[in-house]
T-cell receptor
């Protein structure tokens, strides 16, 4: 079945530094990648949607200059949290969709980010 | 945009009993309704989904019903087992390339 590999699974960084999270679709081409953030005991909140070769579309309230998304190929999308602060500590998870159908969203395994 | 509400937020059942979780959505154009099970620190795991051209779908102990007119859908788990304990999320999306909007989640505890 479809697999999305997400790395790292957890990361601890110092306040003010940047962290890059990668999601790779291993056996399919991810036309669209969704990036979610999940705070403890809360739901998944969409941060942005990216299509290969295009600029990402950010949800209201999400700073595009802080959360940089790159989807340069059909198998790789990255999220960079720039100038991270403790309030950015969260569980970040990607979800890939193949083709032009809403048949199936394949989730990465998530990244636990802790900013100290 | 789409808004998905989910109830209850917590649900405690005795092993062997049934559990029902309900969701409502706001956008009548939504046509895909998946349910996910998420364990602590893990990715959401699809357990069942339903499309708007179907009213009910069943897979062993799990069933989902959809009422398009009322814009609500429900998850039914029968003969619950301790391993069913997790957080369950409903979601909705409406077209190709569209995002999934999640409900707030239901924390299910199955007591042995």
């Amino acid at each position: 079945g479809a697999v999305v590999s997400q790395h790292p699974s957890w990361v601890i960084c110092k306040s003010g530094t940047s962290v890059k999270i990668e999601c790779r679709s291993l056996d399919f081409q991810a036309t669209t990648m969704f990036w979610y953030r999940q705070f403890p005991k809360q739901s998944l909140m969409l941060m942005a949607t990216s299509n290969e070769g295009s600029k990402a579309t950010y949800e209201q309230g999400v700073e595009k200059d802080k959360f940089l998304i790159n989807h340069a190929s059909l198998t790789l999308s990255t999220l960079t949290v720039t100038s991270a602060h403790p309030e950015d500590s969260s569980f970040y998870i990607c979800s890939a969709q193949r083709g032009l159908s809403n048949y199936g969203y394949t989730f990465g395994s998530g990244t636990r980010l802790t900013v100290v | 945009g789409e808004n998905v509400e989910q109830h209850p937020s917590t649900l405690s059942v005795q092993e062997g009993d049934s559990a029902v979780i309900k969701c409502t959505y706001s956008d009548s154009a939504s046509n895909y309704f998946p349910w996910y099970k998420q364990e602590l620190g893990k990715r959401p795991q699809l357990i069942i989904d339903i499309r708007s051209n179907v009213g009910e779908k069943k897979d062993q102990r799990i069933a989902v019903t959809l009422n398009k007119t009322a814009k609500h859908f429900s998850l039914h788990i029968t003969e619950t087992q301790p391993e069913d304990s997790a957080v369950y999320f409903c979601a909705a999306s409406k077209a190709a390339g569209n995002k999934l909007t999640f409900g707030g989640g239901t924390r299910v505890l199955v007591k042995p």
